[in-house]
């Protein structure tokens, strides 16, 4: 089993960027299909980024963040990461870490029902 504990959030100004960091234990982030969820106040938890156990880690996005967001993932400090870049308004809310143990090493999920385990989330707010 394994906890997730993410940070990095924070209150930023339009197109600034940020990294969320989310910190494995209990297991290494290597027997995980990994992804990133966010959800707004009143809104239901959408699918941001997903990253494959596979290494070298085949990646997916949801189209709202293709080109500025990118997932990966540190073997070595049992992380992985979601670097946002150019960061809009409609990008704040609580962001989440998710981790499964996937059936297949290249398989990447999208459905925060497909996961088993999560963070607590942190707060990204977007200035304008």
């Known amino acids: 089993q394994v906890q997730l504990v993410e940070s990095g959030g924070a209150l930023v100004q339009v197109g600034g960027s940020l990294r969320l960091s989310c910190a494995a234990s209990g297991r290494s982030v290597i027997s995980y299909a990994m992804g990133w969820f966010r959800q707004a106040p009143g809104q239901e938890r959408e699918f941001v980024a997903a990253?494959?156990?596979?290494?070298?880690?085949?990646?997916f996005y949801a189209d709202f963040v293709k080109g500025r967001f990118t997932i990966s993932r540190d073997i070595a400090s049992n992380e992985q990461y979601l670097q946002m870049n150019n960061l809009k308004p409609e990008d704040t809310a609580v962001y989440f870490c998710?981790?499964?143990?996937?059936?297949?090493?290249?398989?990447?999920?999208?459905?925060?029902?497909?996961?088993?385990?999560w963070g607590q989330g942190t707060q990204v707010t977007v200035s304008s």
């Open positions: 990253i494959s156990r596979r290494s070298g880690g085949s990646t």
């Open positions: 998710a981790a499964k143990i996937p059936t297949y090493s290249s398989d990447v999920y999208v459905r925060a029902s497909d996961y088993n385990y």
